[in-house]
């Protein structure tokens, strides 16, 4: 397990991002490793979160994050970017937390 076929991990264990362009991910990349880091780290230091780093006991009364993404770009910074008339779209994480 945790093989690769077509690019997408087959196991559990899989990476389900390209840790050889954590520095200068494309557009389309998913969060890389230490985006997903910077996030947690900047969300659980929000002490009016009430956020829990023990996520073994979940219940309803527990603060947790459950979700984090690549919040797309825009269309039309990323054709400039193409086009090569406009900057690198920045990248924003997108989260969802179980409150």
């Known amino acids: 397990m945790g093989a690769y076929r077509d690019g997408c991990p087959s196991g559990d264990d899989g990476v389900p991002f390209d840790v050889e362009n ?5 557009p389309w990349d998913g969060l890389t490793l230490s985006e997903i880091n910077n996030v947690r780290d900047y969300l659980l230091d929000q002490e009016n979160l009430e ?3 023990d996520l073994s ?8 994050i459950y979700l984090m993404d690549l919040q ?10 193409l086009d090569g008339t406009g900057a690198k779209p920045e990248r ?8």
């Not at 979940?58 to 603060?63: D, E, G, K, Y």
């Open 22 to 26: 954590e520095a200068s991910p494309s």
């Open 57 to 64: 006991d979940l219940s309803a009364r527990v603060n947790y």
């Open 72 to 81: 797309p770009p825009a269309k039309r910074e990323v054709l400039a970017y």
């Open 51 to 53: 956020l829990t780093e």
């Open 92 to 99: 924003y994480a997108r989260v969802t937390v179980y409150r």
